[in-house]
């Protein structure tokens, strides 16, 4: 959609969208998470993300290199004001909860079976930020949500 003639059936798309007071859900094809429709781009038939369609057809562009983030954390939201546009960090700093490997449950603390501790760790700027360890694994939450609100500037959910 970047630079490019993108051709998009309006009332087709809207038709594949559940508005509602929050998100709009679609309810189309999904692909992992994220909302998935048919456009033709550059005289090519191709399938692009739903959100960014909807953005654009809100009357907004999304320059070259530029992500929208999901200020609602729901993938399968196409709604324009849940949408923000975000560099790959910034996009990045705004996910929900642990990764599907952490043990620990807990985005940012895991166990260091060495020292018997809950460990904090932040990558910011490609750098690793925090090592410190904690008896029990809410300070150590603390800790990590207090260093992310430190070095972070879209992280929603560690704000509210």
């Given at each position: 959609m970047?630079?490019?003639?993108?051709?998009?059936n309006?009332?087709?798309?809207?038709?594949?969208?559940?508005?509602?007071?929050?998100?709009?859900q679609?309810?189309?094809?999904i692909?992992?998470g994220?909302?998935?429709?048919?456009?033709?781009?550059?005289?090519?038939?191709?399938?692009?993300?739903?959100?960014?369609?909807?953005?654009e057809?809100?009357?907004?562009?999304?320059?070259?290199?530029?992500?929208?983030?999901?200020?609602?954390?729901?993938?399968?939201?196409?709604?324009?004001?849940?949408?923000?546009?975000?560099?790959?960090?910034?996009?990045l700093?705004?996910?929900?909860?642990?990764?599907?490997?952490?043990?620990?449950?807990?985005?940012?603390?895991?166990?260091?079976?060495?020292?018997?501790?809950?460990?904090?760790s932040?990558?910011h700027?490609?750098?690793?930020?925090?090592?410190?360890?904690?008896?029990?694994?809410?300070?150590?939450?603390?800790?990590?949500?207090?260093?992310?609100?430190q070095?972070?500037?879209?992280?929603?959910?560690?704000?509210?």
């Open positions: 970047e630079n490019h003639t993108l051709v998009v309006e009332e087709r798309f809207w038709a594949k969208v559940a508005k509602s007071e929050g998100c709009w679609w309810t189309a094809a692909l992992n994220y909302g998935r429709f048919g456009i033709w781009q550059d005289g090519k038939q191709r399938s692009g993300l739903a959100h960014r369609i909807a953005y057809l809100s009357g907004k562009s999304i320059p070259p290199g530029m992500f929208l983030d999901h200020t609602c954390h729901n993938k399968a939201c196409v709604n324009p004001s849940h949408l923000r546009l975000a560099t790959n960090k910034q996009n700093e705004n996910l929900t909860g642990a990764t599907r490997a952490s043990r620990s449950g807990v985005r940012g603390v895991s166990w260091s079976a060495r020292a018997k501790l809950w460990r904090i932040v990558v700027h490609g750098e690793r930020y925090g090592g410190q360890y904690f008896k029990s694994i809410a300070d150590a939450e603390a800790a990590v949500i207090a260093l992310r609100n070095l972070f500037t879209h992280n929603i959910l560690d704000r509210a």
